[in-house]
């Protein structure tokens, strides 16, 4: 679970820069820099980065002088902890809780695939209604001379159609485009311009990916803001490469196709196609107007500076790979006892103590054992001067019966030798009678693991 909240982290920030930026340079962030960073949010959506932060670790380890170790602590209440043993793995209530959330999340995210397929198959099963309607020579030609402009080697089918559907692109390996202008003609030449220039930067695949960005991601609201703008700036920005460099009566013919081909969509007889990229997108006489405004007021555009702004605050925003914690796990011997199991998922903290650590460099820690010099025996009581004394396995009836109970608060630390010569320090909240020696155990603090015995 950790890997997806982790992912929706990622992607929120992308997107939160996105939005800054188009706030802060709004009159000049052209749509083809802002379709840049909205697939770059879609990617970090859909990628894990963890990995990025031992890349990271690895490359600070080369340029920066060696940290010195210290010692920490691990709370295991908030965190994953998994034991390995006997040939199984076993996990704490915090994973186990988990486990639960990412089943029911991905449960979801299945059922509404399933949706979308269903939906997808529909689609596909329209354009295939048009599969008798092929352009002539003489269209194929207008539109080899076309993909030739673009440097597009890929089998292009183009389908005549009339019924008010609109210009729709459909399909990745071998796109299908549906075109009700007239093959040859200005018009023509427009739109299809517009649907070759999709195909060149696989819009459709963007689509797609950022619908299983959208699946995984369902429950975030910055997903559901990502997935609403993603078409905007994807139809903008190929509106900018559209009639880039043409004169401003070729402009206005193409708002004229854009105003059309919106009055078709509108009062068509069909529906949308939900799977393809279609040459007019605006739902509203608003957002149809700030396209045109769009296309009209070119903003600069340069593809080395975009390059470079992409890159920069990629890098940048995976710095939060530092966010992610990964989850403390254990190699047990064999034939561990299901108690002892128990007990260490039941642990509230660990603390990693390294050999070279002095006891100054120990202060504001609740509780600890140095390498040396604290364990005197197998199971001992320290009170709260330090005083150290051993805890007898057991002690007498009559003379626990008969004592006049003094305790004395304090904490008790059991040395577990273990075979290849390392050992295990567990200890626990107790009160010991200063009188007949009896100890009573408290809860259990945590557990300390050495690789090599020191004690």
């Not at 052209?30 to 960073?37: D, E, P």
């Not at 920069?312 to 995976?318: D, R």
């Amino acid at each position: 679970m950790k890997y997806l909240l982790f992912m929706s982290l990622s992607g929120s920030t992308m997107v939160g820069v996105c939005m800054l930026l188009r706030f802060l340079f709004r009159d000049k962030m052209s749509a083809r820099l802002q379709y840049l960073l909205a697939r770059a949010a879609v990617l970090y959506y859909l990628i894990p980065l963890p990995f990025v932060k031992k890349l990271y670790e690895s490359i600070a380890g080369y340029i920066l002088p060696e940290n010195k170790v210290t010692a920490s602590q691990v709370s295991l209440i908030w965190s994953g902890y998994l034991v390995r043993a006997n040939g199984k793995t076993y996990i704490n209530g915090y994973l186990k809780a988990q486990l639960v959330v990412v089943v029911l999340w991905l449960l979801i995210s299945f059922l509404w695939l399933i949706f979308e397929l269903h939906d997808y198959l529909k689609t596909r099963k329209k354009v295939l209604s048009y599969s008798d309607k092929v352009i002539t020579k003489e269209g194929a030609a207008f539109l080899e001379r076309l993909k030739n402009r673009y440097g597009l080697k890929r089998n292009i089918t183009v389908y005549q159609e009339n019924t008010g559907v609109g210009t729709v692109t459909f399909g990745l390996l071998q796109p299908v485009i549906l075109c009700d202008q007239r093959m040859g003609s200005s018009e023509a030449e427009l739109v299809l311009c517009h649907e070759l220039i999709h195909i060149k930067r696989w819009d459709i695949l963007w689509q797609m990916l950022r619908q299983l960005a959208f699946l995984l991601h369902w429950w975030n609201p910055v997903m559901w803001i990502l997935y609403r703008d993603f078409e905007r700036v994807c139809e903008w920005s190929c509106d900018e490469a559209a009639v880039q460099g043409r004169t401003k009566d070729e402009k206005k013919m193409y708002m004229r196709l854009l105003i059309m081909e919106s009055t078709k969509e509108k009062y068509g007889s069909h529906t949308r196609l939900q799977w393809g990229i279609s040459f007019e997108n605006a739902n509203s006489a608003r957002k149809l107007e700030k396209r045109m405004e769009n296309v009209m007021k070119m903003k600069n555009w340069n593809k080395t500076i975009a390059g470079i702004v992409t890159v920069t605050l990629v890098l940048v925003n995976s710095l939060t790979a530092f966010a992610y914690n990964e989850a403390v796990h254990e190699d047990c011997e064999a034939d561990v006892s299901r108690e002892q199991i128990d007990r260490k998922l039941e642990g509230n903290g660990w603390q990693f103590i390294p050999d070279e650590i002095n006891e100054k460099e120990l202060d504001g820690f609740t509780s600890y054992v140095t390498e040396s010099g604290r364990i005197e025996y197998d199971v001992q009581f320290t009170d709260e001067d330090g005083n150290i004394c051993q805890v007898q396995e057991e002690t007498s009836a009559v003379t626990y019966a008969n004592c006049n109970h003094t305790y004395v608060s304090g904490r008790v630390n059991k040395h577990i030798p273990k075979s290849g010569g390392s050992c295990v320090v567990e200890e626990y909240y107790a009160q010991r009678c200063s009188k007949c020696g009896s100890v009573v155990m408290g809860d259990r603090i945590n557990e300390i693991t050495f690789a090599v015995c020191p004690h």
